[in-house]
């Protein structure tokens, strides 16, 4: 049995600090330079278990991630928050003025662009990670290039750190899931948070019915999303996360869920992280 | 007066498309390269319309548009849908092997990924727009770079075709707003669609509540989407769109929207353009 963590990014990297934070320090990961590598590492079972992303409070729910979820058939056993600080990381005695190229992770980027905006000879580049990008400045002593990353990934590189705090929302939370292949087994008691999706025509208040099923079965709404349903005109798909206290009401709201909603799907029942 | 209509991107980019599709051929455009850009160019009275991508069959709501509409009370006054197709192009007589960077908008990427995977040799790059990498190639004569783009593109800038609609999803709906400073003078009989936000609390059950008003006033949804409160843990906004046919029934939900929720908002009031 292999008890790998599977993490989006390298060591140093936010996932890490998730696994960190989640499995304990000594966490063993596997490194995956992208969200599809992350599934590849799980499905080869290189990883029992992987530590993805899936909303922030500036992009909102990262839905390329939900349908990895959805079309590789994982299951979410958990959850976990941090906040988020992103840092302008360069080579040691570099000022800003000598940078003309920062390179990070597409959403990393997005969440400092304003910041950016003040510097307009500085090009942003997407790339796969963000530490790694502090990797790879410090192995080719790279000048003119900085990387957007965590204040641990200067450290490990041995990077000076020319601005903290860069992204617009200060208080930027990034809520990561737990996923794995195998459904988990944890104690009913313990589960009081759930992530389903369904799809719904756009029969007038088919929704308001949905929603008003879950609130007689004392489930709370934490988050909804919908999305039109691709080469189905006027279907959606609803993307749903609910909060409860009592195991046994989530198990009635299901029963008959799955009776109103078509395609009605539980991606994962776990513990709530927050609170 | 200036009659110029604001679009993300170049002539031959996808906004370009839009712009002529809703305002004629001869529409007279500013070109902007990112959306922060386009509403300065709105704000600063360069343009006074303008035209933006609000969201995809992909990626979902494009949130930080939604952000830029509210923090700078923009207004949308009507709504375009295209199925955008992209293509990679490259320098005539250039082949796949040559081909070492990719360069175009995240959103292109991101709806592309999955075809560069076979191609582990390319490295995409985030760039400010779609067409205006096929200008560059097209002006510098570049080897071993790509643009993801249009036919329109290729055509204008004269490059070859390598690959065409390699975006992962073949039926690649994107959804643009047309959005001004100032409020529509629509005529009411012509309005059947509203774009709303607001914010509850999380008590059991408030957003059924309002999803029952809004469907005892005839409205359909059409779309939805919450999004965490920045520093106000426990609250949400909603993003909701809804069509109605008659506007009677629209004002009638507004009127009682504005009691039952907080922070009530109308982006826009317009005509539905699906259908």
């Not at 840092?87 to 597409?106: A, M």
């Not at 192995?139 to 020319?162: R, T």
Request: net charge neutral; aromatic share 8%.
């Amino acid at each position: 049995m292999n008890n790998k963590v599977a993490i989006q990014g390298i060591l140093g990297s936010f996932h890490h600090q998730v696994a960190k934070e989640y499995f304990g320090d000594d966490v063993g990961v596997d490194e995956c330079l992208s969200f599809d590598a992350l599934v590849d590492s799980l499905l080869s079972k290189t990883s029992s278990v992987g530590v993805m992303a899936i909303e922030n409070s500036i992009a909102g729910s990262i839905i390329p991630n939900y349908a990895l979820i959805d079309m590789n058939g994982l299951h979410i056993i958990g959850e976990h928050y941090i906040n988020v600080q992103h840092n302008l990381l360069v080579l040691k005695g570099q000022s800003i003025e000598d940078i003309t190229e920062v390179y990070s992770h597409p959403m990393a980027l997005l969440q400092c662009k304003v910041f950016f905006k003040q510097y307009p000879h500085i090009k942003l580049i997407e790339d796969a990670d963000t530490a790694e990008v502090a990797r790879r400045i410090h192995q080719g002593q790279l000048k003119g290039v900085g990387a957007i990353a965590s204040k641990v990934a200067a450290n490990i590189f041995d990077l000076d750190i020319l601005a903290e705090g860069i992204q617009t929302m200060k208080n930027n939370a990034t809520r990561f899931v737990i996923v794995q292949t195998k459904n988990s087994v944890i104690p009913k008691e313990a589960i009081n948070k759930a992530s389903v999706m369904f799809e719904l025509g756009t029969k007038r208040g088919s929704l308001a019915t949905v929603l008003n099923v879950m609130s007689d079965c004392k489930l709370n709404l934490t988050k909804i999303q919908s999305l039109p349903k691709i080469e189905t005109p006027w279907r959606y798909s609803f993307f749903v996360d609910v909060t409860f206290e009592q195991y046994e009401d989530f198990e009635k709201a299901k029963a008959l869920l799955k009776i109103m909603a078509s395609h009605f799907k539980v991606h994962g029942e776990y513990k709530n992280a927050k609170k």
